[in-house]
C-alpha cells in the first residue's frame, strides 16, 4: 500500500485543483510522493487535453478591474464547481483578467493569441488544464471606456466566486453608477438606449406586435397606437435608460441617472454559462 494519508490526498487535491480519484491515482503511482504525483497528474492531463475538448464548461467565474475611465469584464469557465471554488483555478483567472487589461484585449480570440511571460494564453489554459484536469476556457471578454467606470460583481452563492459581472462606463462620476450597474446585474438590458437597438430588430417588434393585434381581433383603428405601446414595452424590457429602477419602479433608469447628472455610455454584463 502506497505511503500517503488522507491529509496528504487534501492537500494534493488543493494544489492541483484535480480530483478524488485521479489524485489518488497518483498519489499509488508515485507511492506516496507529492512532487512526484504532481507530475504524474501533469502528464496525463496532458494527455487527454484534447479529449475535453468537446466537454461542456458550464462553471466558472467573473472577474472585473476598473483603471480610471477603463473597466475590463472576463468570464473564465471550468466544467464543476469545485474546480471553481479552488485557488489553482481562480489563480489562473486572475492571469487572464490581468493579461486583458495589459493588451487592452476585446474580445476571448486576440487575448488567446497573446503572450504572457514567454507563453500564449491559451498555452496558459492548457497547461492548467492538464494540471487539474478540467477544460479551462476564456468564453468572453469586455472593455468599456468612459469619463468614470463602475462595476459589480455578485455571488449567486455563498461559496462560489462571482457568477455575474457587470462594468458600466458612465460620462461622470456619481455613486448612483453602482447602483445602475446592481440594477444591470438583476434585470439584463441588452441595449443602453434607443438609439443602440438595430434597424431591423425595431422592424420586427414591429411587425409581430402587429400581428399579434391582428390576431386578436384587434380594431384596424386603434393598430397603430397598439403596436407602439408594444413597441414601447420592448424598449422598457430591453433598454437600460427605459427600464423601470430596481430601487425605485417609479422611475426609469435614464431619469436616476439624469438626477444624479450623468448619463450612461456603454456597459458590460456577463453570467457564468450564460
Given at each position: ?7 496528504d ?44 475538448e ?12 476598473i ?84 462595476s ?44 443602440e437597438?438595430p ?24 393598430l ?18 427605459d ?10 433608469v435614464g431619469a ?19
Amino acid at each position: 500500500m502506497a505511503n500517503y494519508t488522507a491529509a496528504d490526498i487534501k492537500a494534493l487535491r488543493e494544489k492541483t485543483g484535480a480530483g478524488m480519484l485521479d489524485v489518488k491515482k497518483a498519489l499509488d503511482e508515485a507511492d506516496g510522493d507529492q512532487s512526484k504525483a504532481e507530475e504524474i497528474l501533469r502528464v496525463k492531463g496532458q494527455k487527454g487535453v484534447a479529449k475535453r475538448e468537446s466537454r461542456t464548461a458550464a462553471n466558472g467565474l467573473v472577474a472585473a478591474h476598473i483603471d480610471g475611465g477603463v473597466g475590463t469584464l472576463v468570464e473564465v469557465n471550468c466544467e464543476t464547481d469545485f474546480v471553481a471554488k479552488g485557488e489553482k483555478f481562480q489563480q489562473v483567472a486572475q492571469t487572464v483578467l490581468d493579461q486583458a487589461v495589459a493588451v487592452g484585449a476585446t474580445d476571448a480570440q486576440s487575448l488567446l493569441a497573446s503572450q504572457v511571460d514567454g507563453k500564449t494564453v491559451q498555452q496558459v489554459l492548457d497547461e492548467a488544464n492538464a494540471l487539474i484536469g478540467e477544460k479551462i476556457e476564456v468564453r468572453k471578454v469586455a472593455r468599456v471606456e468612459g469619463a468614470s467606470v463602475s462595476s459589480y460583481l455578485h455571488r449567486t452563492s455563498r461559496d462560489l466566486p462571482p457568477q455575474v459581472g457587470v462594468v458600466l462606463a458612465t460620462d461622470g462620476a456619481s455613486d448612483v453608477a453602482r447602483d445602475v450597474a446592481m440594477h444591470i446585474a438583476a434585470m439584463h438590458p441588452t441595449y443602453v438606449t434607443r438609439d443602440e437597438v438595430p434597424a431591423d430588430v425595431v422592424e420586427n417588434e414591429r411587425r409581430l406586435a402587429d400581428e399579434t393585434a391582428r390576431n386578436e381581433g384587434k380594431p384596424e383603428a386603434a393598430l397603430p397606437k397598439i403596436v407602439e405601446g408594444r413597441l414601447n414595452g420592448f424598449f422598457k424590457e430591453n433598454v437600460l435608460v427605459d427600464q423601470p429602477f430596481a430601487k425605485d419602479s417609479k422611475k426609469t433608469v435614464g431619469a436616476v441617472l439624469t438626477e444624479a447628472g450623468i448619463s450612461p455610455v456603454a456597459f458590460a454584463r456577463f453570467r457564468v454559462g450564460v
